[in-house]
Structures are given as structure tokens and as C-alpha cells.
């Protein structure tokens, strides 16, 4: 059995670390590769960059940012906004990045799943999902950034990725974003018990115990959050002890 992951998530605009509430009112949480080196030391399981306005602004993925990050720090993080290409991934993994994510050139070209497994090994390869729950009460896939809605189920997208090679989920609630509310329990444990590859739940960690509701009423692999560990609402290794006693694998 692996261990449950503890992951902090940095958005990227313009360089800078940001943190908003349901995708919007966007606020600077500070430099991201000081923030990355400050949760690596801390003893947080890994990081993930997400550039939150390469798609929409049509700009590639920071591979500078790549670089600097793993110049300071001894974790895995993985790099996403943007990513189209098997030359995006390319640069990126050269630079420094352990695992990429894609999101919206993965579901509107689900191929390239395919072919960054293939060329790059599923264990690398992240699709990422963002996701809203509708008045019809169905989760429904959002892609550039969330700001365009699709008719697909996020259960039927997770599933295909699954079976295209993806090595993980990154899972993210629009409706729990930045609310601190707890996780979306329903729709995590949907995905995760319908596919064989890990989920990382994303959207709405506010105390320790929302952590211990994801990984056991979700089914989640690895937790991620954001605006709680960027303004010290909680404690990397507290967060950790609380569940290692509460009987989960967790790294200490």
C-alpha cells in the first residue's frame, strides 16, 4: 500500500504565486520558487506549478521557472498551463520537472495522452481535471482555466484518460476552490474507485480533518491545497502527525 501524499499546489501569473476563491479574485501568495523551496524544506511530499492563464493567454509553460524550482529543491513537482505538445513536455522534463500536467489540449486532443505516455512513460504524465457540479447535480468537465464549460461528465474524461496511459489524476472541484470547506468527497471517490491509476484531490482543505475525509470517505491517493499552507493556516509536518495517528501511511 502507498503512502498517502501531501501536496502543495502554487498557480502562477506573471511570475508570481496567486490564490483565489472558485477560480476568481485572484490574490499574490509570493515567489514561487522561495515558496517551493520554503514547503520542500517543511517536508511537504511534492509540489505542482500550474501556470493558471498560459491557455487562455496562449503562452507556453514556464520552463525557466522549471529550472530555478529544481535548483532548490529535493521533491518531485510536477509543471502544467499550457502543455500542447510532446516538445512542451520535452523542455520541461529537461529543465528539471519530474511530471507534467495537461489539461485542456488533453481533452480537446485525447491522443496526446497517448502519445506523452508512449514517448514519455504514463508515470509522468498528469491530466488534469477541472470540474463543476451543475444544477442537474452531474460533475461536468471546465477547460481554459475553468472558464469554458464542456457537455462531458468528469467521470467518462477521468475513465478515458485512464485508459489513454495518463499515470495520474489531478482532480480539482471548482465549486470547492479556495472555499476551505472541505474536499468534494462524492465526486473523488467516484473517480477514484473508477479508475486504477492515483487521484490527487484539489479544491476546499481547510482543517486537518478534511484531509483525513479525502483519503478515506474520497478514496483520494494524495491530497493538494494551497491557500492554507501558502498563508500558514497549517503546518506541513502537524497536518502529517495528525494523520500519521489517525492510522494513515503517511511519510514522515
Request: with cysteine.
Given at each position: ?17 496567486v490564490k483565489g ?38 503562452r507556453k509553460t ?134 486504477s491509476i492515483p ?54
Amino acid at each position: 500500500m502507498l503512502a498517502k501524499r501531501i501536496i502543495a499546489c502554487l498557480d502562477i501569473k506573471n511570475g508570481r504565486t496567486v490564490k483565489g476563491v472558485n477560480f476568481e479574485n485572484i490574490r499574490d501568495a509570493g515567489d514561487p520558487v522561495e515558496l517551493g523551496a520554503f514547503y520542500a524544506a517543511a517536508g511537504i511530499d511534492e509540489l505542482v506549478f500550474l501556470d493558471i492563464t498560459a491557455t487562455n493567454e496562449k503562452r507556453k509553460t514556464l520552463a525557466d521557472l522549471a529550472k530555478k524550482i529544481a535548483g532548490v529543491i529535493n521533491i518531485p513537482f510536477t509543471v502544467g498551463g499550457g502543455v500542447a505538445s510532446t516538445e512542451d513536455v520535452r523542455v520541461l522534463l529537461q529543465n528539471g520537472a519530474d511530471k507534467i500536467a495537461v489539461n485542456s489540449a488533453a481533452f480537446k486532443n485525447p491522443e496526446l495522452v497517448a502519445a506523452l505516455a508512449k514517448e514519455f512513460g504514463s508515470q509522468c504524465i498528469v491530466v488534469a481535471i477541472d470540474t463543476k457540479q451543475e444544477a442537474d447535480g452531474v460533475w461536468y468537465v471546465y477547460l481554459n482555466g475553468g472558464t469554458v464549460a464542456t457537455k462531458t461528465t468528469c467521470l467518462a474524461w477521468a475513465q478515458e484518460a485512464a485508459k489513454l496511459g495518463a499515470g495520474e489524476i489531478l482532480l480539482t472541484s471548482m465549486n470547492h476552490d479556495g472555499t476551505k470547506a472541505g474536499f468534494a468527497l462524492d465526486i473523488t471517490r467516484a473517480v477514484s474507485k473508477a479508475v486504477s491509476i492515483p487521484v490527487i484531490a484539489s479544491g476546499g482543505g481547510g482543517t486537518m480533518a478534511h484531509f483525513e475525509d479525502v483519503f478515506t470517505t474520497g478514496a483520494a491517493d494524495a491530497a493538494l491545497a494551497a491557500s492554507i499552507f501558502h498563508f500558514k493556516e497549517i503546518e506541513v509536518f502537524a497536518l502529517k502527525s495528525f494523520l500519521f495517528d489517525k492510522g494513515l501511511l503517511i511519510r514522515l
